[in-house]
């Protein structure tokens, strides 16, 4: 394959998600569309938009619930129901498969989950004879240890198959340098790429007018009042999963008081953690705090960045390892982030200070808020945000055509 070149070729990507909140593999979609290559993409439609697709998208939707609805069942429930819908999902899956697979020349499978994506993935990429690549964005038998525990068998066995499966794929993407050697550790998977999750584009700050419609934008979209001046924007993009601390940025805004200047808070996203999170917000709302929340269109997702003040990361990584999106579409933004400190996974790829800094607790959040509610401290904050070179000046087709590009062309090439 001459110099990479993609076009005729035709790629599946597996996602055992809501591909409308599956940004990552989305934007592998679309590059592979701008190299000149046609996709069939697998993957749940829930009730939430999808983003654009190219036309040479050919979509194959899995019938049934996608996995967030399964998150926040009590743990006795959980196992025999994960168990039912793993087969139910499993016979499903084979069926899409079969037919996405058709006439394809590589597949890239996201994981986790690992299973049961993975191993039918490979069975039926043996079939076409073609290779597999994963985009590693966590591990699955880590994330199953958040509901489990990490000494419970099932996770030790997930742990086994994750890496057995693993080491059968053609080719390998890490999110995060921590993650490829988490791989090599493990499984003695090598040679793993490290593709960082980047933003689409860089833009700058909204200022001004622009700024104040774009907030009235939001609050009409998230059914906020629109009558409310506040004298800081909060973001704070989640999942509602298990791994998003977002309780913590109640305790936070809780230890600031009323005494302070008015304050919104805009947290995105949509997933089962999201009513308790409403319940609990609804006894600290008032005259200074007004918060809303929902889904918001790829294209308010980045107007909420860009007018906002402060973005701020709950995500707490189960295997310390992963870095998350949200972050760097916050530095694209040219947005001072303050990120909880999970381990070594999030040091890597965060920007220095004062562009970012962390916290591990809720006091040690709320201290960085009072800090910033300064307008000296923000100013600072801010214009070194905005001043970010380097890597985190980086898009994500940039870190594409570098990282996986190579990749992708080289494992098509050995069929």
Not at 178 to 199: C, F, K, N, T, Y
Request: hydrophobic content about 50%; some cysteine; proline content about 7%.
């Amino acid at each position: 394959m001459a110099a990479g070149r993609m076009e005729g070729k035709r790629v599946v990507v597996v996602v055992l998600g809501d591909l409308a909140q599956s940004p990552r593999m989305v934007a592998h979609v679309r590059s592979l569309c701008q190299a000149g290559a046609s996709v069939s993409l697998v993957g749940y439609i829930a009730d939430a938009a999808l983003p654009d697709l190219p036309a040479t998208v050919d979509l194959n939707a899995i019938g049934g619930p996608g996995t967030s609805r399964w998150r926040d069942l009590p743990r006795l429930a959980y196992l025999p129901l994960a168990g039912l819908r793993a087969g139910i999902m499993t016979l499903r899956l084979r069926r899409v498969l079969r037919r996405a697979f058709h006439n394809a020349d590589m597949a890239l499978i996201q994981v986790p989950p690992a299973v049961p994506a993975l191993p039918l993935a490979l069975a039926e990429a043996r079939r076409a004879g073609i290779g597999v690549v994963i985009d590693w964005h966590n591990l699955s038998h880590a994330m199953l240890a958040l509901r489990l525990g990490r000494d419970h068998r099932l996770v030790g066995l997930l742990r086994r198959l994750e890496g057995h499966f693993g080491r059968q794929a053609a080719g390998h993407l890490a999110v995060t340098p921590v993650l490829a050697s988490r791989l090599e550790e493990l499984w003695q998977i090598e040679g793993a790429a490290m593709l960082p999750d980047r933003p689409a584009r860089v833009e700058a700050p909204l200022e001004g007018s622009e700024r104040t419609a774009a907030l009235a934008r939001l609050l009409a979209v998230l059914g906020g009042d629109p009558a409310f001046r506040p004298h800081r924007v909060l973001v704070s993009p989640t999942s509602w999963s298990l791994d998003e601390e977002m309780d913590m940025l109640l305790d936070a805004l809780g230890r600031l008081g009323a005494d302070g200047k008015p304050i919104l808070l805009i947290a995105t996203g949509r997933g089962p953690g999201r009513e308790a999170f409403l319940r609990r917000a609804a006894v600290l709302q008032g005259a200074h705090l007004h918060i809303v929340t929902g889904w918001l269109s790829e294209e308010d997702f980045r107007l909420s960045l860009r007018a906002a003040d402060l973005g701020i990361s709950l995500h707490r990584s189960a295997s310390q390892a992963d870095f998350p999106m949200k972050i760097s579409d916050m530095v694209g933004a040219g947005l001072p982030v303050l990120a909880l400190d999970y381990g070594p996974g999030l040091r890597a790829g965060l920007p220095p200070a004062p562009a970012a800094e962390t916290f591990t607790d809720a006091e040690g959040l709320a201290a960085h808020l009072r800090v910033l509610g300064t307008d000296a401290a923000l100013a600072e904050a801010r214009s070194a945000a905005r001043l970010l070179g380097g890597p985190w000046n980086e898009t994500w087709d940039q870190a594409w055509t570098r990282q996986a590009r190579p990749v992708f062309t080289s494992v098509m090439e050995k069929g």
